[in-house]
């Protein structure tokens, strides 16, 4: 993925504040790349800069997104309507992260609702290793991903298997509360929209929309 964007238009990135803490984002075109949790505002830039180093700052993008997590973090039930672009992410993960997207606020499915939702029923592992690549925590729910004995599992982001477990309390998620994977399956309704580049060419249909 090229830090200044595709076919030379910038990214930009955003960092504000949440009642847990500073959250960020990078966006190209109106479309999330990645999220961070809250944490500390210069962790989440070095994180940035790590890997957008040419990202450019732009504190008003995404508005009704940004209200959006500020909602979600005092406690208010909510949805992410945003398109985000996975182009970075391998096929099999991709499909992973658009059904781990419709699972439900205050509901969980486990790794293997996952795998047969994704037409993989003994795909777990591999579910597993999509969820800890995540590059966008909280729109894509993979907090809301256990185990499929009910126990919480891991969490890649920097605050672990806690912050996992604040995420679910905070939507008073229970435990073993799980969406079946044929109903993800059903639900999914995901819409693919092809981005044309400024030579004309189309990439990969990578954006997922949510309707």
């Known amino acids: 993925m090229a830090a200044a964007g595709w076919f030379g238009r910038p990214m930009h990135y955003t960092i504000f504040d949440t009642a847990w803490g500073a959250f960020g984002f990078v966006e190209?075109?109106?479309?999330?790349?990645?999220?961070?949790?809250?944490?500390?505002?210069?962790?989440?830039?070095?994180?940035?800069?790590?890997?957008?180093?040419?990202a450019i700052e732009a504190p008003d993008a995404l508005p009704r997104f940004r209200q959006a997590v500020v909602d979600y973090f005092e406690g208010k039930r909510t949805?992410?309507?945003?398109?985000?672009?996975?182009?970075?992410?391998p096929p099999f993960h991709r499909s992973v992260l658009a059904a781990c997207r419709r699972i439900p606020y205050g509901q969980t499915a486990s790794y293997a609702?996952?795998?047969k939702a994704v037409g993989k029923?003994?795909?777990?592992?591999?579910v597993g290793g999509a969820m800890a690549r995540n590059p966008l925590p909280l729109v894509?729910?993979?907090?809301?991903?256990?185990?499929?004995?009910?126990?919480?599992?891991?969490?890649?982001?920097?605050?672990?298997?806690?912050?996992?477990?604040?995420?679910?309390?905070l939507e008073k998620a229970?435990?073993?509360?799980?969406v079946d994977g044929a109903a993800i399956r059903a639900t999914t309704g995901l819409a693919f929209a092809r981005s044309?580049?400024?030579?004309?060419?189309?990439?990969?249909?990578?954006?997922?929309s949510v309707r």
């Open 28 to 54: 190209h075109n109106k479309r999330l790349i990645a999220t961070f949790l809250p944490r500390a505002r210069q962790e989440i830039i070095r994180a940035i800069r790590a890997s957008w180093p040419d």
């Open 79 to 89: 949805r992410f309507p945003i398109e985000i672009d996975l182009s970075g992410v």
């Open 113 to 115: 609702d996952l795998a």
């Open 121 to 126: 029923p003994n795909g777990a592992r591999a």
């Open 140 to 169: 894509v729910p993979c907090h809301r991903v256990l185990r499929a004995d009910g126990s919480i599992g891991g969490f890649s982001s920097t605050g672990g298997v806690d912050e996992k477990a604040q995420l679910l309390q």
């Open 174 to 178: 229970a435990l073993g509360r799980y």
């Open 196 to 208: 044309k580049g400024v030579s004309g060419k189309r990439r990969p249909a990578v954006v997922v």
